[in-house]
């Protein structure tokens, strides 16, 4: 079932500066899908625009087979749940769980308390129910705006730069649990490594959609990268590098884990021709 179905959409700042051209995207339940692209390219636009908060647009936007447009608006956001860069600017209630209770309340849902329950236990921090939020870390916000995100059961969760500003153990337990979630995502971000550790496939934006594919894919095709400013992280580096040497990689690696099974491609493929060579 498509979950988000993009055509031709095209949208202009006040100011009259193009922000997207002609953008075609369709995410299926259940895909993970990250939107990449330099500064300006429109990543946190396009989320605003398929959560209904700017308008008018050109082309359409379908939502669980929902048009949306500035008079459906309220009623595609019920199958959309929001994680904004900051969570300051999502999280405001004296507790963590009436924070989180805050989104099915507001938009009279059932069964409030065992959403609050199972969103608490999705994110691991119901030992924070209590506690006052604005007080915790900022990696526990994040999970807190997560958690009451989930709590409103959407079908489509949208996630602004999920990664940003956490320290190395937050951001890979915030991976990890991206990663585990049964939900359908797009997620705009400039972590190419946790990208390639959540999502599905990327798209590039840059102007309009200048790729859209695998990760590991993308990593081989310079001129695309170039051309959208785009640096590949540094294992993607070391293996073009290492191809360039005669060393053919399967994919050209993003993540370590990735990295460390073509090195032990690399070894396991010498120590063949080591055998070879001593028959």
């Known amino acids: 079932m498509k979950v988000l179905e993009v055509k031709a959409l095209s949208f202009t700042y006040e100011d009259g500066t193009p922000a997207l051209k002609e953008i075609d995207l369709t995410i299926e339940e259940g895909e993970k899908v990250a939107v990449i692209g330099p500064n300006g390219a429109g990543k946190s636009t396009l989320l605003h625009l398929v959560a209904g908060f700017r308008t008018p647009f050109r082309g359409s936007v379908r939502v669980m087979e929902e048009g949306l447009d500035e008079h459906t608006a309220d009623q595609v956001r019920r199958h959309i749940g929001l994680l904004f860069q900051d969570p300051d600017d999502q999280i405001f209630m004296p507790t963590v769980e009436e924070d989180v209770a805050f989104g099915p309340v507001n938009l009279g ?45 959407p079908s489509l969760l949208l996630l602004d730069e999920p990664t940003a500003g956490l320290d190395p153990h937050s951001r890979s337990s915030l ?28 798209v590039l934006l840059n102007g309009g959609v200048a790729f859209d594919g695998g990760l590991a894919e993308l990593m081989a095709q310079d001129a695309v990268l170039e051309k959208a400013g785009l640096e590949p992280p540094q294992i993607s580096k070391l293996f073009k590098r290492l191809r360039g040497m005669g060393y053919e990689a399967n994919i050209l690696p993003v993540t370590l884990d990735q990295g460390v099974a073509e090195a032990v491609r690399f070894a396991d493929r010498e120590k063949g021709r080591s055998r070879d060579r001593k028959t």
């Open 109 to 153: 849902l059932d069964r409030i308390e065992d959403r609050v329950a199972r969103a608490l236990r999705s994110t691991s921090i119901e030992d924070l129910a209590k506690r006052k939020p604005h007080r915790l870390s900022h990696g526990m916000k994040k999970r807190v705006a997560i958690a009451g995100v989930l709590a409103m059961e």
């Open 175 to 202: 991976i990890e649990l991206l990663r585990n979630m049964n939900k359908t995502m797009l997620i705009a971000t400039h972590d190419l490594e946790a990208a390639a550790e959540i999502v599905d496939r990327v």
